[in-house]
């Protein structure tokens, strides 16, 4: 049984240093985020004008909606509950695993089938149900291959993208038995065949579990409907065949109307598989006698995130509808791998969000701030337009002012005649050399070890992003 | 305090900053275009659906009948499940056993997945991202009925296809159960290249039912 945990990892650099030794880790990552970037790319193009317009539509929603969470919220739970489903609030993961586990209990059930959900892999309930006997199934392919391989997810979107396909056939050949039907012996790497095996292997699964647990990527308020987008049918299978459904969602999951997913079911499957649309999306409110479970429940996760909307920079963080294509685009994730970010939200978006959520406890939440080189690729791409690089520089004072992360710490001491406020220090880092990259003598976190034995490049006069962008438009005219 | 009082209490906490007068009612700006019109409807929907690896057919509507027929001999399909109120000239005279669902009358699930294919209707096709939703309309049936067999075939008729995915979320009733499918079940997790046939049906044919003219 799977008992991985993100507790106990090492802070950024530590982490980074070994995964960008791995050069198979590399290799894969490299295959699948260009792969991926590709195809982001040319169904965003050919939206035209109209991307920029939802986008900005899309991030309006949002902060609206952040701005009357309280409002939006109750709202939310009256919509649920007239239509046949009951609300429970959760204020931490230690709360929301409790409720999780007593709804399962009171179904009689030991095993459980999961959807892929973010919040769900955030307060680990997984490890929270195994500890009270319950065994949850993940029915995500790549979440199946995670859990099989007793490994930790890597990136939101796909959690082992860190795995190539011979990786995978060698884990469903060694691991399927023991959790259930087994993996043909003649498997072979074939994505076909290995997409084959998930199937007979999770079938019976599906038509024989009785109760299900997923996350959402939206609640809509005024409707009181949740919306489910996937790929495999593994999300239909769940959300469809059981008696009893629980649903576990943050509450930054809110949007105020129906008519509002007119935007995000546009953004969302685009930045994310870069597709035009994901292959199924379910919506469900409430209850349907007769048709899907007859029992349904929505556990509203805070864990951190009232915390988030407190800070009125990093609050922005909260718009997130976990598309990952920040991940994808980022060249410091392409290099070292989401295991490298400590917590289940790996790359840029996980560096904003993972210490906002937890607070600066450890190393590994003050190291994330600076697991960036503030390029601002993760911005240009984030479809509710989350200024990534502003709330990392923000974030960067917040440790800076605090007990301290050491690099920072030390470039502060040595550079006091120049940065004399975390406030300047924070300007200076936005507007370096025109760009976005404060480069001191020698840098704080991961590359500190390289800059013990050489000296940094000066930092030159435009940034190669603003370079290539003005050279792009010159030609262009 | 009850941990509803006490995260809207930190959350009212948390928005102090926001004036007490700012409105609730928020008259979004739907700048945005309806659909991004790259040709004519149903061409569109074609080629988005045939994009993905689902068989498209475009008949007449006098021919529905014939068409899904064809179709089901072509797949070898005999026993075939139906929702419970499938237009009669859809399958008359096909010949086919249909195994009727309903919401007061559900086939289990062992009786889905051994059944040869489902066939439905739909409620909205939206053309530039080839997809169609099922609501669970008399002619489209429980949610499960498209999901546990592996052929589902469905007809959609050209008055329910939109251009543009506002234009479909518009149409759409969300009390209802909806189902948006496009294409074949498919998964992207190895290596972040589309394998279509995983836990949905793997094979997905479409009847677009031209208007009559």
Known sequence: MSDATFLGMPPFPEAARTAVKDSRLRYNLRKATHTIRDKRAHVVDEMGDDWARLRTEGAAVKTHTLRHLDRYLEQLEASVSRAGGHVHWASDAAEANRIVTA?????????????????????????????????????????????????????????????????????????????????????????????????????????????????????????????????????????????????????????????????FMQLLPRSSTGERMNPYTSTWTGVTPGDGPQEFHLVLLDNGRTDVLADTV??????????????????????????????????????????????????????????????GACYEVCPVAIDIPEVL???????????GHLGEKTLMAGAEAVFSSSTALGAVQRAAGLGRTLVPRHLPGLAGAWTDTRDVPDVPAESFRRWWNEREREEGR | MSAKEAILARVRAALADVPADEPLERAPDRAHLDSHGVGPTLDVLEDRLIDYKALVHRTPADRVGEEIAAALARRGARRVVVPPALP???????????????????????????????????????????TIVLDGGPDQGRRAITLVPDYHLCVVRADQVVDGVPQGVRLLDPARPLTWISGPSATSDIELNRVEGVHGPRTLEVLLVEAAT
């Open chain 2, 88 to 130: 009669g000239e859809w399958l008359a005279g096909t010949g086919i056993e249909t195994l009727t669902d309903s919401r007061e009358e559900p086939l289990t699930v062992r009786e889905l997945d051994a059944s040869d294919g489902v066939i439905t209707g739909c409620a909205v096709a939206i053309a530039e991202t080839g």
């Open chain 1, 103 to 263: 709804l399962v209990k009171a179904t009689g059930e030991t095993d459980v089938v999961k959807v892929k959900s973010m919040a769900t892999q955030e307060i680990e309930l997984n490890n929270a149900l195994a500890a009270e006997g319950i065994t949850a199934y993940e029915t995500d392919l790549a979440e199946l291959i995670v859990q099989l391989g007793n490994d930790l997810p890597s990136h939101i979107l796909v959690p082992a993208i860190h795995l190539g396909r011979a990786q995978i056939r060698e884990i469903f050949l060694e691991q399927m038995a023991e959790w259930g039907t087994p993996a043909p012996p003649g498997l072979t790497d074939d994505p076909r065949a290995l997409a084959e095996a998930a199937r007979a292997h999770l079938r019976e699964r599906f038509l024989r579990t009785r109760t299900a647990i997923s996350g959402a990527n939206f609640a809509v308020a005024d409707s009181g409907t949740l919306v489910v987008l996937e790929s495999e049918g593994n999300g239909r299978m769940c959300l469809t065949l059981p008696q009893t459904l629980i649903s576990v969602v943050g509450i930054e999951k809110i949007v105020p109307t129906w008519d509002d997913l007119e935007v």
């Open chain 1, 393 to 403: 520089v923000h974030l960067r004072e917040e440790v800076a002012e605090g007990h």
């Open chain 1, 314 to 375: 990093g609050r922005q963080a909260l718009r997130c509808i976990r598309c990952s294509a920040c991940l994808n685009t980022c060249p410091v994730y392409e290099r070292t791998g989401g295991h490298s970010y400590g917590s289940v939200y790996p790359g840029p978006i996980g560096a904003i969000l993972t210490p906002q959520l937890r607070g600066m406890g450890s190393e590994v939440e003050e190291s994330l701030p600076y697991a960036s080189s503030l390029c």
